[in-house]
């Protein structure tokens, strides 16, 4: 028969499988046209009536799979999907239909075998069309699991953020019980005024011989516990002196407390207040400007290690102890660690890739970037040993002034911490330390090693999950729960959790 016999192409349907349709609505129309050809053709030579039954049937069939073809080209114009094997498929197809249609005849002969090629053609339709929809529905499911997991990661990704800023918030608000101190601590002050803290000699508050400790915090019993962890675990304490300065509105509550549970051994507390420092005001330190201007949240307090010189100007030495460490071992073997002419005497952090400058600074910052090393390892605050006559000789507060002042807009690092702004000032004037001295993260590490803590001089509560909080790991809980002077009766009073 001329034309050849009906098309079958058995690679283009497996094609259409893992290709996907794109341009079938256009070899559709071309299919349709040739179709009305070839049936108008068709029943002007032969209107007999079981003809036109036939002819009217294949009609509907055409047009109804004609309708889903359609409907799938949609779906792939919308998807964009390129198919460029499917669109010879059906170019193919519609032009074996046009050559079916130049082949119809007069007589009834030639008819047959058109109207046979035709019902095939239809066939090919179902075959493609069925096919087709497997592929459409597990492209529609693809795309709807896509839909689902990228929803799912945003939803992750704003819980986990939530859930950072929750922690933040826990960990840096006052909880009820540490309120409920302060206030029991202060009624007792008002009611008896008589009982007043004894100041120490300034001859011992400026004994260059003894152990000097620096401690900022306005949390009355993690202060309490810092100091009550060093004596006890010190050979002869009254040697150390420790010097707090806290906010003054915390400072009657602090006196208080040490009036009534003095550190024993016969070592010595010093009490201060931020406002005794008339030094620090707007003129001096940017610290102060920006936190008067408004132009960053700060805390005093915590930039107050950036002042030890001038807080201390008798002193040569000192420790500064955060108020969430917990000391197991005699410090007095720190203040014997030769810093080699350094400022600063740290416990690094970084290992392999991980906890270098490039996590703390914005080295996209031209200044940061001609001044420091990416890959340079950064180190902890926590328990830090400070030579202050290379302090002075270094000019290092001008240093810190100088980086505070550049950083006003967070260019230079995130201002909610300020290690990096530590890991600027002391940038080559920091000597390494022996890891036992600073152990870190029992604050956010469940994983801490049994034995690191067991060799550890200092256990440092870093993180959110604070011991004096209800979220504090319970693991790590009783290494700070011991030194708590759980007698007091104003704990009692303000049912800690201990």
């Not at 202060?186 to 300034?202: K, V």
Request: with cysteine; proline share 5%.
């Amino acid at each position: 028969m001329a034309g050849g016999r009906p098309m079958r192409p058995i690679n283009g349907v497996q094609s259409f499988l893992t290709q996907r349709v794109f341009l079938s609505f256009i070899a559709t129309l071309l299919f349709l046209v040739a179709t009305s050809f070839f049936l108008s053709t068709k029943a002007a030579i032969r209107p007999q009536p079981i003809q036109t039954v036939h002819l009217d049937l294949i009609r509907r069939q055409a047009a109804d799979h004609a309708a889903l073809v359609s409907s799938y080209a949609t779906y792939s114009r919308r998807l964009k999907i390129d198919a460029s094997r499917q669109v010879r498929l059906f170019s193919n197809l519609a032009s074996s239909l046009t050559d079916l249609a130049s082949r119809v005849g007069s007589d009834e002969d030639s008819l047959r075998p058109v109207e046979k090629e035709a019902k095939d053609r239809v066939k090919l339709a179902r075959q493609l069309v069925s096919e087709s929809k497997e592929a459409f529905d597990t492209q529609v499911k693809i795309q709807k699991l896509r839909d689902t997991i990228f929803s799912v990661h945003e939803q992750l990704h704003r819980a986990r953020k939530l859930g950072d800023l929750s922690s933040r918030i826990a960990a840096s608000s006052t909880p009820k019980s540490l309120h409920c101190l302060a206030m029991r601590l202060m009624e007792h002050r008002i009611s008896n005024p008589e009982d007043s803290f004894p100041s120490i000699p300034a001859s011992v508050a400026s004994d260059p011989s003894l152990y000097h400790y620096a401690i900022f915090s306005d949390n009355i019993i993690a202060v309490s516990v810092v100091v009550n962890s060093v004596i006890r675990n010190a050979a002869d304490p009254s040697r150390h002196v420790f010097h707090v300065v806290t906010d003054p509105m915390y400072l009657p509550a602090m006196q208080v407390w040490f009036a009534k549970r003095p550190p024993t051994g016969g070592a010595h507390m010093d009490l201060h207040s931020t406002a005794e420092y008339t030094f620090l005001d707007a003129s001096y330190s940017p610290v102060i400007r920006q936190i008067e201007t408004g132009k960053q949240e700060l805390s005093l307090l915590h930039y107050l290690r950036f002042y030890l010189p001038e807080i201390f100007p008798q002193l040569k030495k000192i420790i500064l102890l955060e108020d969430d460490v917990v000391v197991q071992k005699d410090l007095a073997e720190l203040w014997r660690v030769d810093l080699q002419g350094n400022v600063n005497g740290a416990v690094e952090m970084c290992f392999g890739g991980f906890r270098r400058y490039n996590r703390y600074l914005n080295f996209t910052n031209q200044v940061v970037k001609e001044r420091f090393s990416p890959r340079a390892c950064a180190w902890a605050y926590g328990v830090n040993v400070f030579d202050l006559q290379a302090w002075r000789t270094e000019r290092c507060t001008e240093q810190f002034h100088q980086y505070q002042e550049m950083n006003e807009d967070g260019l230079l690092w995130k201002p909610n911490t300020v290690l990096p702004a530590g890991l600027m000032t002391f940038y080559t004037t920091t000597k390494p330390l022996e890891k036992s001295w600073h152990v870190m993260g029992l604050g956010y590490n469940p994983s801490v090693s049994p034995e690191e803590i067991r060799k550890a001089a200092v256990l440092h509560f870093n993180g959110n999950m604070k011991p004096w909080l209800d979220v504090a790991m319970n693991q790590y809980k009783q290494l700070w729960t011991k030194y708590v002077d759980s007698d007091m009766e104003f704990l009692q009073l303000c049912n800690f959790g201990l």
